[in-house]
């Protein structure tokens, strides 16, 4: 008995590749935990920055490449910050436990900020979308190019998220 001339199976419709958007139904984010170049429907970090055009797919690209290198301009910024304070303080007779405590606190809040922004951008690591990781990448190696200390040796850079 031919069980298939009493079923959808055998039919030219095929189901899976119907569309299952209603009207008034929104795009979803979709939430990747394996590794993607599928960029559709990705949001990052938030909710609102919710990618679901190609237009937006490149301006978010952009956007990452430029938060990217604008992060390599605040490791240098501290970093230039860091050592002007210190000379300044060092060339001071009269260095008082008061100025000193200000330092410590004032580099305290700066590293804090400096480790919030890394690992923003290893949240946007986490999309684990292969163009978003590029970005990233491109933006670092773009900011150290324009930022980046030639004094500074490789080995004293850190590729951790902070």
């Known amino acids: 008995m031919d069980h298939f001339e009493h079923s959808d199976v055998g039919s030219t419709v095929s189901y899976h590749n119907m569309d299952h958007n209603m009207p008034g139904m929104e795009d979803k984010c979709s939430?990747?935990?394996l590794f993607t170049w599928d960029w559709k429907n990705t949001c990052i970090v938030f909710k609102w920055w919710h990618v679901k055009t190609?237009?937006?797919f490149v301006l978010s690209l952009l956007?990452?490449?430029l938060l990217g290198a604008l992060y390599e301009f605040v490791k240098a910024w501290f970093s230039k910050w860091e050592r002007n304070e210190l000379a300044t303080l060092g060339a001071s007779n009269a260095s008082t436990i008061?100025?000193?405590?200000r330092f410590k606190i004032k580099r305290g809040v700066l590293y804090?900020?400096?480790?919030?922004?890394?690992?923003?951008l290893m949240l946007v690591f986490m999309t684990y979308n292969g163009w978003y990781m590029l970005a990233v990448g491109v933006g670092a190696g773009l900011g150290n190019c324009i930022w980046g200390s030639s004094s500074e040796s490789s080995s004293s850079r850190s590729l951790s998220c902070h």
Request: cysteine-free; overall charge negative; charged content about 15%.
């Open 31 to 33: 939430m990747n935990m």
């Open 54 to 56: 190609e237009i937006g």
């Open 63 to 65: 956007a990452i490449v």
């Open 98 to 101: 008061t100025q000193e405590k």
């Open 112 to 120: 804090g900020f400096q480790v919030i922004y890394s690992f923003w």
